[in-house]
């Protein structure tokens, strides 16, 4: 398995473990709710939720070409789901890029974060900044006009 579906395989066996717990021990209702919030958190924290990822050499490429931002990111980030589901339908026209996938990517968000793996790292036009808020990325998403 790798690094990336560690978080939500351990959502679905702690949720698992437990829902077996309580539905031996109170009934399938209990064990049903469980399921109810384990599943959807396995689920968020899954690479699942985000568009395709790219290598960061390609995304970079794509970015150059059409000047749209890539995001840096890597499953079980809080920050990045929210700049996700922030971003709503916009998500599909960034570049997104899994650190856990990439070893250059992860060197790229080392190097513009002081050595540290930080994440969301947006780059765009040449610059990067770490955790926007997703109003600067619908902006640098709208074009020249946009960009801050």
Same mark, same amino acid.
């Given at each position: 398995?790798t690094?990336r +579906?560690l978080?939500?395989?351990?959502?679905?066996l702690?949720?698992?473990?437990? %829902?077996a717990?309580?539905?031996f021990g109170?009934?399938?209702?209990? #064990?049903?709710?469980?399921?109810?919030?384990f /599943?959807p958190?396995? /689920?968020?924290?899954?690479?699942?939720?985000?568009?395709?990822?790219? !290598?960061v050499?390609? %995304?970079r490429?794509?970015?150059a070409a059409?000047?749209r931002?890539v995001?840096? +990111?890597?499953?079980?980030?809080?920050?990045c789901l929210?700049?996700?589901f922030r971003?709503?339908?916009d998500?599909?026209?960034?570049h +997104?890029?899994?650190i856990?996938r990439?070893p250059?990517?992860?060197?790229a968000a080392?190097?513009?974060?002081? !050595?540290?793996?930080? /994440?969301p $790292?947006?780059?765009?036009a040449?610059? #990067?900044? $770490?955790?926007p808020p /997703?109003? +600067?990325?619908?902006?640098?998403? #709208?074009?020249? %006009?946009?960009?801050?």
């Amino acid at each position: 398995m790798t690094r990336r +579906w560690l978080i939500p395989a351990l959502f679905l066996l702690c949720g698992s473990l437990l %829902a077996a717990g309580s539905a031996f021990g109170g009934g399938p209702g209990p #064990a049903a709710g469980l399921l109810a919030v384990f /599943v959807p958190l396995a /689920v968020l924290h899954s690479p699942l939720v985000f568009p395709r990822s790219l !290598g960061v050499a390609q %995304a970079r490429r794509r970015s150059a070409a059409d000047g749209r931002p890539v995001v840096l +990111w890597r499953p079980g980030c809080k920050y990045c789901l929210r700049l996700r589901f922030r971003l709503g339908r916009d998500a599909r026209r960034v570049h +997104w890029v899994d650190i856990w996938r990439d070893p250059e990517a992860a060197a790229a968000a080392r190097e513009v974060n002081d !050595g540290n793996e930080t /994440v969301p $790292t947006v780059f765009v036009a040449g610059g #990067a900044r $770490t955790n926007p808020p /997703v109003e +600067w990325v619908r902006a640098q998403l #709208a074009g020249p %006009a946009g960009e801050a």
